[in-house]
């Protein structure tokens, strides 16, 4: 560890404030009185690494418990992370009748078993399964313990209907994510306590003020260029640091800029860890194929020109491949056309979709189609705060953000209309703001380019 990680020059000490806040966490999960606690955490704090850790904490202390996440790819995540960590802790993989519902390399792991029904992994130490699929369990003894993992994607219906099989939750969640996903309209309920639409833990809170709130202080993802500007824009009321310095990671490149915009916007991310790619100002149609082709064309270049890594996990420089590359954007119609923007110049192996699904998900470096790009208004859609954080929260190194010029005056002209309801918190700051601020900071690293 380098003495910018041991500690900066504030004196704060990274390890030392994770390891303390993890260490309240796990106190009030298994000593504490109430019958629930909430954890916030920023991108990269290591959610994941705490769902684990606490699940065998709880399971050691002879408490069998259930693990409640919300998709099936993040619940084959977590019972490999437990198989690795406690080769021989029994984990049930409590799946769906679906065809391949579960990834096939968890048939490697010999303390893994899977079923579909319930009642088959009872009296297994750890069970971990998705919301939708726990709300159709019955029959079966509630367990004493239960984890919730990305607490903030869940809606508060399916807390609801999973409720029952459990008596005390840990809820582990990121509050600047995307917020739970629903497909008609809510707004008869908007501002109630039990708004159905509502995340689990805003319902959980709204009933239960009392219980016991936490939050992870340190990204371990975020370099120290990326993490004040996410924290500020995106998380005032839980801020947080990086867990490196400014001269902790680098990102080099062996093949000198041939002096065109991309080269240009990918040298200076290297430099400061962020880029803006700026075109011409123009409205256009959501699939712009100018700014289609600019970010095929920064990927290619990241690619051609040799980068390498450097980080706090050792003195060897990794290479920039492809699979620590990203991009991401608002619409999947815009990742389709990236996608094939990317074959023509060869490109194969970058992860290229939209914000929802590549939330979670870390890299080196992305490329980010900016949502208000060429728009001729600002939607809700586009503005929403989640989006643009998830988006410029992916990397390790750098990022960099393709879009055209005129934004700012886009937000000016669309100032954010939408209805103020009693009852309902007011996200702080919204994505008008956020946007304004996110640009603001991506201005000094702006490289315009005409294609």
């Known amino acids: 560890m380098t003495a910018a990680v041991a500690s900066d020059r504030a004196g ?14 796990l106190y009030d999960t298994l000593h504490g009185a109430y019958r629930g606690v909430v954890v916030d955490s920023p991108p990269g704090a290591g959610k994941s690494t705490l769902v684990v850790r606490a699940a065998l904490e709880l399971a050691s202390a002879g408490r069998p418990l259930m693990v409640v996440a919300q998709t099936n790819a993040q619940v084959d ?13 029994p984990v049930g ?31 297994l130490d750890v069970v971990v399964s998705t919301a939708a699929k726990w709300a159709h369990v019955q029959g079966v003894e509630p367990w004493r313990h239960a984890i919730v993992d990305e607490a903030y994607q869940m809606r508060s219906d399916a807390l609801l209907a999973v409720a029952g099989l459990f008596e005390r939750a840990l809820f582990v969640g990121d509050p600047g994510q995307l917020d739970p996903f629903s497909v008609v309209g809510a707004d008869q309920w908007a501002g109630l306590s039990y708004d159905p ?18 939050r992870l202080p340190v990204s371990w993802r975020l370099p120290a260029s990326a993490a004040p500007l996410v924290s500020d824009a995106f998380y005032p009321y839980t801020p947080f640091r990086s867990g490196t310095g400014p001269a902790d990671r680098r990102l080099t490149f062996a093949v000198p800029s041939d002096g065109s915009g991309p080269d240009r916007v990918v040298d200076e991310a290297a430099a400061s860890g962020w880029g803006l790619l700026e075109l011409p100002a ?5 699939t712009d194929p100018e700014a289609v082709r600019a970010v095929a064309m920064v990927v290619r270049r990241l690619l051609d020109r040799g980068g390498a890594t450097v980080g706090e996990r050792g003195p060897d420089a990794a290479p920039l491949t492809a699979d620590r590359l990203a991009v991401g954007t608002a619409h999947r119609d815009q990742a389709a056309a990236i996608r094939a923007a990317l074959a023509e110049l060869g490109v194969t192996g970058v992860a290229v979709d939209t914000a929802n699904r590549l939330q979670g998900r870390e890299f080196d470096v992305t490329v980010v189609l900016h949502p208000l790009s060429g728009r001729p208004d600002a939607t809700a859609f586009h503005l929403e705060t989640g989006r643009l954080c998830v988006l410029t929260s992916r990397h390790r190194h750098a990022c960099i953000v393709v879009c055209r010029a005129g934004v700012p005056e886009l937000l000016d002209e669309h100032p954010s209309t939408e209805p103020v309801q009693l009852g309902v918190t007011i996200k702080f700051p919204d994505g008008w703001e956020a946007n304004h601020a996110v640009l603001s900071h991506l201005s000094e690293h702006r490289v315009p380019w005409q294609p």
């Not at 639409?197 to 936490?214: G, K, M």
Request: proline fraction near 11%; charged fraction near 25%; hydrophobic fraction near 35%.
């Open 12 to 25: 704060f000490d990274p390890g030392a404030e994770a390891t303390r806040a993890t260490d309240a966490i």
């Open 77 to 89: 995540d977590l019972v490999t992370r437990l198989a690795e960590k406690a080769p021989g802790l």
């Open 93 to 123: 993989r409590l799946h769906s009748n679906d065809p391949d519902p579960y990834d096939p390399s968890l048939n490697e792991l010999p303390s893994v078993r899977k079923s579909a029904k319930a009642g088959d992994l009872a009296g």
């Open 197 to 214: 639409s509502a995340s689990a833990v805003a319902t959980l809170l709204a009933h239960n003020p009392e219980l016991p709130q936490h």
């Open 282 to 286: 123009r409205r256009t149609p959501r």
